[in-house]
């Protein structure tokens, strides 16, 4: 999975990532935006290595591609190669998802979603 990642994080914008969960936080569903803020808000921090900022964008960089394994856009299955590539990238930068960080992207999707 990790090679799956790799050359995609010339594909994250930080516009394109708002954009893409704006859009599709429905389709997506509560899990697949619920890791991807919580990537998001890590990479943010200032105390995330830069290592673990490189593996965050390149899955982030394949969530908002238009190109992927599976096209966002079928119906059912679309989201969950992106789920994949999320958890890869969770597993692996997961010291750095602070309870600072898991707190901001609950708040966030409570805003999207409602309670839970």
């Not at 679309?78 to 309870?99: C, E, I, K, Q, R």
Request: no cysteine; aromatic share 12%.
């Amino acid at each position: 999975m990790t090679d799956d990642r790799r050359g995609y994080e010339k594909d994250y914008s930080e516009e394109g990532f708002w954009d893409k969960l704006f859009r599709y936080a429905g389709s997506a569903g509560r899990e697949v935006v619920a890791m991807a803020l919580e990537l998001y808000y890590a990479a943010q921090s200032p105390g995330t290595p830069t290592w673990a900022k490189a593996v965050i964008y390149g899955a982030l960089g394949y969530f908002i591609s238009l190109i992927d394994a599976i096209p966002d856009l079928t119906p059912i299955v679309g989201y969950t190669d992106d789920l994949g590539v999320l958890a890869a990238a969770m597993a692996a930068v997961m010291v750095n998802v602070t309870p600072e960080v898991r707190a901001k992207a609950a708040a966030k999707l409570r805003d999207w979603f409602g309670e839970n």
